[in-house]
């Protein structure tokens, strides 16, 4: 029976390290996903600056609408001066052209405002679109690094759980079944080591009964609280 606990040692060696990497599988679909989405968010600044630059060119536009309207109607009144007769109608409309000529002073200046804010937003968004290209290459590598690990992973656990069935052929399908049974049950841990007189597994007590019958190597012993097989060095 001795040679059987040392059998399972060795297996439990190899399931131990096959649940962990097991987990590292189930863990890398999560990690990409937040690297993905903490991406997206990245991405809000330049959407954000892409909308005020669109917001910001429609009102430009309207501006240029508004300084060409009261251009065309500083041009209609002037042309309108010629055909006035009294020197009270000719000074009253000198007065509304000079008035739609400071208008449009006015919207020219904020024109110019405009078109230096939209220079500024198209400069930002260059600038915040390298940032993103670099956010992104950042992305991809360590998403491979993390299809590397996958990779090596599936193989070590390939390899391991090729040795650990090695190690379980000579043993009788009953012994087998059982230690199989356990390990699922515990994440690889299928065996614990007593300790004083007590499961190194769960900590509890074992009567010095059991401890006799594990140091005895006649049959497999089982934790009466955790149900994993017991040995002693």
């Known amino acids: ?35 993905e989405e903490q991406f997206e968010g990245e991405k809000t600044e330049l959407a ?22 009261k251009e065309e109607q500083i041009k209609k009144l002037e042309g309108q ?6 020197n009270k109608e000719y000074a009253s409309l000198q ?26 937003i198209e ?26 690990i996958d990779k090596d992973n599936r193989a070590k656990i390939n390899t391991m759980k090729k040795e650990r069935d090695a190690f379980l052929a000579p043993l009788d399908k009953q012994l087998r079944t059982l230690y199989e049974k356990i390990v699922a049950k515990r994440q690889g841990n299928a065996l614990a080591k007593i300790e004083g007189e007590q499961c190194s597994g769960c900590g509890m007590r074992i ?8 140091r005895m190597c006649d049959q497999v012993v089982i934790c009466d609280n955790c149900s994993r097989i017991l040995y002693v060095e």
């Open 48 to 69: 954000r600056l892409e909308e005020h630059l669109k917001t910001t060119k429609v009102k430009l536009k309207e501006k240029e609408g508004d300084l060409k309207s």
């Open 95 to 120: 007065g509304e052209i000079a008035l739609l000529k400071k208008g449009c002073s006015g919207i020219e200046e904020e024109i110019i405002i405009s078109l230096d804010e939209i220079a500024e």
């Open 123 to 148: 400069q930002q968004i260059v600038e915040e679109k390298k940032r993103l290209d670099a956010k992104r290459t950042e992305l991809e590598s360590e998403k491979r690094s993390f299809e590397v």
């Open 81 to 86: 001066l010629m055909q006035i007769k009294t």
């Open 1 to 35: 029976m001795k040679e059987t606990i040392d059998l399972f040692r060795q297996c439990q060696e190899r399931d131990v390290e096959i649940y962990a990497l097991e987990e590292q599988l189930r863990e890398i679909p999560i990690k990409i996903k937040a690297l």
């Open 207 to 214: 009567r010095p009964q059991t401890i006799n019958e594990v």
